[in-house]
């Protein structure tokens, strides 16, 4: 479908098939308001969030949106993806049915504070300019 690794979110939603356009920019703004302080990235070609490692990644197929990582450590809201679950967990929406956006946000609350949890999370730095230092 893609041949070229995009720049940002915004080209690849512009590269994605005009029919699912829009409902990539709402998975989008849904992410970004479940995980206000998330960077978005293009990773594996595919456009993730990180905060201090990498929440959640979207992408458009033939006929469905992924979303991956699985979800882990809660059985209700896994119960409640159950007709979504595709192969090792990870979530395929059907592009013939509506989107669950609520579930979306769900999972993205769930997996912000599983990365808040990890043992040796550090909060994410503020990127700094370096000066080398020569020395003779």
């Keep these: 479908m893609r ?3 995009p720049n940002n ?4 939603i512009l590269a994605s098939p005009a029919a699912v356009r829009a409902t990539l920019r709402e998975i989008r703004r849904v992410i970004r308001a479940a995980a206000p302080e998330a960077e978005e990235v293009i990773s594996y070609r595919m456009p993730a969030f990180r905060q201090r490692g990498i929440l959640v990644y ?3 197929f033939k006929s469905h949106i ?3 990582p699985p979800v882990r450590s809660d059985a209700k809201l896994a119960k409640a ?3 979504y679950a595709g192969p090792k967990g990870n979530l395929k929406f059907p592009l013939d049915r509506p989107i669950p956006y609520t579930l979306i ?3 993205v609350r ?5 990365d808040s949890a990890r043992p040796g999370a550090k909060a994410p730095k503020a990127r700094a ?3 080398r230092v020569h020395r003779a």
């Design 129 to 131: 300019v370096r000066k």
């Design 3 to 5: 041949t070229a690794t």
């Design 110 to 114: 769930l997996r912000v504070k599983q």
């Design 9 to 12: 979110i915004d080209d690849y």
């Design 66 to 68: 992924g979303l991956f």
């Design 105 to 107: 946000r769900r999972v």
């Design 58 to 60: 979207f992408a458009a």
């Design 81 to 83: 993806l159950a007709p």
